[in-house]
């Protein structure tokens, strides 16, 4: 089955542990993205990757890092974790021959930052 | 600064009549726009999308539209169904899709029985 996996599904965290959500796709895709939504605010691009080794800063990159270095796995990285970040987390992957079809996103991480 | 913006947060439409919803754009480099379904606690689920050289598509009950001149996109349900109460966001994306979606904020559609 096509999907975009993320663990874990929910966490809880201390102020400043390091944390990492992963995100894997299984469809060959070239572009993923993470995002956050949060109440009335809808959900905002955190950082975006083209294809291996290509990543870039979203709407709102601060206090986030990525990598890229496969093709199918695009994990989030928090090196402090402070309570703003606490928010349900997606990641999206797309293929320039499938835009047609939009992103696909996962499920979704929920982060409670304490 | 609002790229893509959704002024009505939620609609109340009766079922089996037609539901709109509405989305502006200020980014004229936006070449993709995209309807996307969300149930709480749940990621969003691809609806529909438009490319830029399009003015119209169509998929089944769902059909957007796409003014170009006015940075104006709509989301037309036909007939309204139940199943249809949920958030719906309008996203956007230029480069062809590379650099990721801009979303709106939402419009929480309620279908009435």
């Known amino acids: 089955e096509a999907q975009v996996t993320q663990n874990p599904r929910y966490l809880i965290t201390v102020t400043g542990k390091k944390l990492t959500v992963t995100c894997s796709q299984n469809?060959?895709?070239?572009?993923m993205s993470w995002y956050r939504q949060d109440p009335g605010l809808g959900l905002r691009q955190i950082y975006y990757?083209?294809?291996?080794?290509?990543?870039d800063k979203g709407d709102v990159p601060e206090g986030y890092k990525v990598s890229r270095k496969e093709k199918r796995n695009f994990p989030l990285i928090l090196e402090s974790p402070s309570p703003n970040q606490t928010s349900l987390y997606f990641c999206?992957?797309?293929?320039?021959?499938?835009?047609?079809?939009?992103?696909?996103f996962g499920s979704g991480t929920r982060l409670t930052v304490v | 600064d609002q790229q893509v913006k959704q002024n009505s947060p939620s609609l109340s439409v009766q079922e089996g009549r037609i539901s709109i919803l509405n989305c502006d754009y200020t980014n004229s480099m936006f070449d993709y726009f995209l309807w996307y379904k969300k149930y709480p606690a749940e990621g969003p689920t691809f609806l529909i999308s438009i490319s830029s050289i399009k003015d119209k598509n169509e998929d089944g009950r769902f059909t957007v539209f796409l003014n170009k001149s006015a940075k104006h996109l709509s989301l037309h349900i036909v007939p309204s169904q139940p199943g249809d109460s949920a958030v719906y966001f309008c996203?956007?994306?230029?480069?062809?899709?590379?650099?990721?979606?801009?979303f709106g904020k939402g419009t929480h559609l309620i279908i009435q029985p």
């Open positions: 990757s083209m294809n291996v080794e290509v990543t």
């Open positions: 999206a992957s797309s293929s320039y021959r499938d835009m047609n079809y939009g992103y696909t």
């Open positions: 996203a956007a994306s230029s480069g062809g899709g590379a650099d990721g979606l801009t």
């Open positions: 469809m060959n895709h070239e572009y």
